[in-house]
């Protein structure tokens, strides 16, 4: 699924939606929310601490005991984590969504880092995909 936008005017529409945190879907008419407001709400979380939360409870569960550590003693081994998550904050389709997760999976597969290869201290893809799940299907009433 590929949401892009066809013309100049519902580019408009979309960049004024965007202002009250809305961005315009496939059919001009029905308004979707970004992958951000929908954690929010879904979690009931403020917006200001939706990288801090979401980055939280989708890391693997032995990850999450020494994240607060590592994070201290090396503070860029979780910069590909807190950049995808800076990504899918706009996303407004699951589908995108989906390609951004999969571009995440591509650089951990590259990756030669010792504790973000073989040991998973970073964020699962999986957690990731089942909040898009919970979210977006929460958003359609699903």
Known sequence: MVCQVANQSE???QDHSRVEGRRGGLDGGSLAREFKDLFC?????????FEQILF?????PHARLVAPILMR???????????????LANV???????????????????????LRKWMLIRL?????????????SEESGI
């Not at 699962?124 to 977006?136: D, H, T, V, Y």
């Open 56 to 60: 939280k409870r989708s890391l693997y």
């Open 73 to 87: 003693l090396k503070p860029g081994l979780f910069v590909e984590d807190f950049a995808v998550i800076h990504e």
């Open 11 to 13: 580019m408009e529409a």
């Open 41 to 49: 709400a879904y979690t009931n979380s403020p917006r200001e601490k």
């Open 92 to 114: 407004d389709c699951p589908g995108v969504f989906q390609m951004e997760v999969s571009r995440f999976y591509g650089r951990n597969v590259r990756d030669r880092s010792l």
């Open 124 to 136: 699962s893809g999986k957690r990731l995909l089942k909040w898009k799940s919970k979210c977006f």
